[in-house]
């Protein structure tokens, strides 16, 4: 995908893409996992609604398991110490890669 990364331009470039590995997919789509991000799950022009439009079942939406993971993880991580540990730990590792 090489133009602008609009939601149309990534929702057309999925369908397309299932359309070419299974043709049948929106008659076997249950199922949309995204990071919760405004651009994936947005109430109307976003790409999880567009694809649950165009499946012919009732489609389960649910954060996928490693970004759920990774909200308890940095928020636990800033509970350390008020965040002051977080940000010691990362001004570390910059000093390291420089």
């Known amino acids: 995908m090489f133009e602008w990364h609009s939601t149309v331009n990534i929702f057309n470039l999925i369908t397309k893409f299932m359309d070419v590995v299974y043709n049948k997919w929106r008659s076997k789509l249950i199922v949309a996992s995204t990071d919760g991000e405004n651009t994936m799950t ?3 022009a976003s790409i999880v609604p567009r694809l649950v439009a165009c499946a012919d079942n009732n489609v ?13 993880v940095k928020a636990a991580i800033e509970a350390i110490d008020n965040g002051v540990w977080a940000k010691q730990v990362y001004t570390f590792s910059v000093f390291l890669r420089a």
Do not use: D, S
Not at 60 to 72: A, E, F, G, S
């Open 42 to 44: 947005g109430r109307h």
């Open 60 to 72: 389960l939406r649910i954060w996928c398991t490693p970004h759920q993971i990774n909200i308890v």
